[in-house]
């Protein structure tokens, strides 16, 4: 059973289109996160939602909108994509208040923009 | 801020050599420490992680002490295989923001 999912796996789309990257965790998780591996393979935390909540939100262009539906799902929008957004795009989720908080990531998204 | 800092790689190493991967961090308080792993073409694995000073995490092989003196936390094995291959991500958990903060990786590479 996959804990943490993302679709799709792989997204080639042209400069200004609008896109949608999915997520979910079965782990009955109360947290949720989105971050960016650029191509050097560097990785910054871009939002985090607790409960529905989003509780950060790093300095990301407003074109990049997270939604949360309900605790297991975090899904992120992006408008009028640049050629800088390719990139792979990393979920995860963890418990906090469980000890230590472990992090689980999806399997990341490819993002290429054309 | 938070920072985390990995010695560059690409690290090459033949089979069964000893592995050191170090990792240097700033923070404020007492984060927890994390090594996390990337395959080629696949998505992020947690390897071993330490709560606080003294803390040895192990996993497959690995360990990783975490050093409070010396604000660090490097990965080491004492026989790498061809398998091993991969990014190493060296990671602190900001407890009180709940992002980690990630280092900027090390490849390795090991060769038969």
């Known amino acids: 059973d996959t804990a943490v999912s993302q679709t799709p796996k792989y997204l080639v789309t042209q400069m200004g289109n609008d896109k949608s990257i999915k997520c979910e965790q079965n782990l009955g998780h109360d947290t949720m996160y989105w971050y960016k591996q650029d191509s050097k393979k560097f990785l910054k935390i871009m939002f985090s939602?607790?409960?529905?909540?989003?509780?950060i939100n790093e300095t990301v262009p407003n074109r990049f909108s997270p939604k949360s539906p309900d605790k297991a799902h975090l899904n992120l929008h992006i408008n009028s994509l640049e050629l800088g957004d390719s990139a792979v795009y990393f979920c995860?989720?963890?418990?906090?208040?469980?000890?230590?908080?472990?992090?689980?990531f999806g399997p990341g998204t490819r993002l290429l923009v054309l | 801020g938070n920072s985390v800092t990995q010695m560059e790689g690409p690290v090459t190493l033949s089979e069964e050599a000893f592995l050191t991967i170090n990792c240097t961090y700033t923070?404020?308080?007492?984060?927890?420490l994390f090594w996390y792993v990337q395959y080629p073409g696949e998505g992020l694995q947690l390897l071993l992680k330490a709560t606080k000073a003294d803390d040895k995490g192990s996993n497959k092989g690995f360990e990783a002490t975490y050093r409070k003196e010396t604000t660090s936390f490097h990965l080491e094995k004492g026989s790498v295989q061809v398998s091993d291959s991969a990014v190493y991500f060296c990671?602190?958990?900001?407890?009180?923001?709940?992002?980690?903060?990630f280092g900027s990786g090390t490849r390795l590479q090991v060769q038969p």
């Open positions: 939602y607790n409960n529905k909540e989003l509780i």
């Open positions: 990671a602190l958990l900001d407890t009180g923001r709940r992002a980690l903060t």
């Open positions: 923070a404020t308080g007492y984060p927890s």
């Open positions: 995860a989720s963890s418990q906090p208040g469980q000890g230590l908080e472990t992090q689980y």
